[in-house]
């Protein structure tokens, strides 16, 4: 599901949560060789990695090296282990894990029919638990000539089978991309250059999202083929590089300020799911303390749910509407959210609605 968000400023005087990011882990690959103390190369072909790939990965500066500031991951088309192509794939595993955060980096992509470059995570259990239940979160997934990216995460169902959920967004895949999660206890959201695409819920482990509130690990690879992106047809002219220029990870910091002047900054989010039938999760994010009101209402423009109306200090909220608790038809209803400045006369405040499907 995307987020859609407003910003809206009001000044307002108090004391606040003011949040901020704070850098714990980086490679800016400045030195003169891959930093084997933050990551290891996974090897050898591994029966298609699960996706009939077609390369032999390696772990020889021929297919991964530092070169003036950046790492360079190559792909190659040469006979090397039984297989037709090389490439490096580099993990953080055992050596860093990150539960929650922002976790970006700075890369630019090579582009072919055959060519499958990524930028994603994995659970830290995975030796433990497998494959989907550790979970997984694909920061950044690129495949052939296409001029959009892909964000998704995978995990396990109630009954252990695989789900997977996520959505595509356009870009220029010719120039250097930054691409990014904030990981909180609520939500993952997707950015590319600063642009949210995407967010998923796992608030309350919602839909059996347990595995994305436990430690992750980084990874980046160049695959060659596979189901996904098909076989290299020829057009393709190798060898291709993979450039990412660093790889950061920032932790959510709350440092209390007294006194201090701060715009009130208001995020609505889409609810999830959207058809629902009969629970639905409306979120929304304050910054400053503020007079916050929010109502369903039918077509007709009749009231039918006052959820909130009171005061509420900064903070995220995820509110469950469950229709049965409001005796609601299907059919298509609206909420609107209202942020008031408590300082401020009535009438004065700012107002967003947004459209939700009840289907029975």
Avoid at 252 to 262: G, L, Q
Wanted: with cysteine; charged share 20%.
């Amino acid at each position: 599901m995307k987020k859609i968000f407003l910003l809206f400023l009001v000044i307002v005087s108090q004391n606040v949560n003011a949040q901020s990011w704070k850098l714990v882990w980086s490679d800016e690959f400045n030195g003169s060789a891959i930093n084997t103390s933050d990551w290891t190369f996974e090897t050898g072909n591994n029966n298609g990695w699960g996706n009939n790939e077609l390369q032999f990965y390696t772990g020889r500066p021929e297919n991964a090296t530092i070169v003036k500031g950046e790492l360079i991951i190559t792909a190659r088309e040469e006979s090397f282990g039984g297989r037709s192509y090389t490439s490096a794939r580099m993990k953080t595993q055992a050596k860093k894990n990150f539960k929650y955060g922002r976790i970006e980096a700075y890369i630019k992509i090579p582009l072919g029919q055959g060519s499958w470059p990524a930028f994603w995570m994995l659970g830290e259990n995975i030796s433990t638990l497998g494959w989907p239940k550790c979970g997984e979160i694909d920061i950044m997934e690129h495949i052939n000539n296409e001029t959009f990216i892909h964000g998704t995460v995978h995990w396990a169902n109630s009954s252990g089978s695989h789900t997977s959920t996520g959505t595509k967004t356009s870009f220029d895949p010719n120039i250097y991309n930054l691409y990014a999660i904030e990981w909180t206890e609520t939500q993952i959201r997707w950015y590319i250059n600063s642009r949210l695409y995407n967010t998923f819920y796992i608030v309350n482990n919602i839909n059996n999202t347990e595995a994305f509130h436990k430690p992750f690990f980084i990874i980046l690879n160049l695959a060659i083929g596979g189901r996904w992106p098909g076989s290299p047809n020829g057009t393709m002219q190798f060898p291709i590089e993979m450039k990412v220029d660093y790889v950061r990870v920032y932790e959510m910091v709350t440092n209390v300020e007294e006194n201090k002047t701060i715009p009130l900054e208001l995020e609505l989010l889409q609810n999830y799911p959207n058809p629902f039938n009969p629970e639905t999760t409306i979120s929304y994010r304050l910054s400053a303390f503020s007079k916050v009101s929010l109502k369903v209402y039918d077509v007709f423009g009749q009231e039918v749910a006052t959820l909130v109306n009171k005061l509420q200090p900064a903070g995220t909220y995820n509110l469950k509407l469950n229709t049965h608790n409001y005796k609601l038809s299907s059919g298509v209803y609206f909420y609107q959210l209202r942020a008031l400045d408590p300082s401020a006369g009535s009438g004065q405040g700012f107002v967003e609605t947004k459209k939700f499907v009840l289907m029975k």
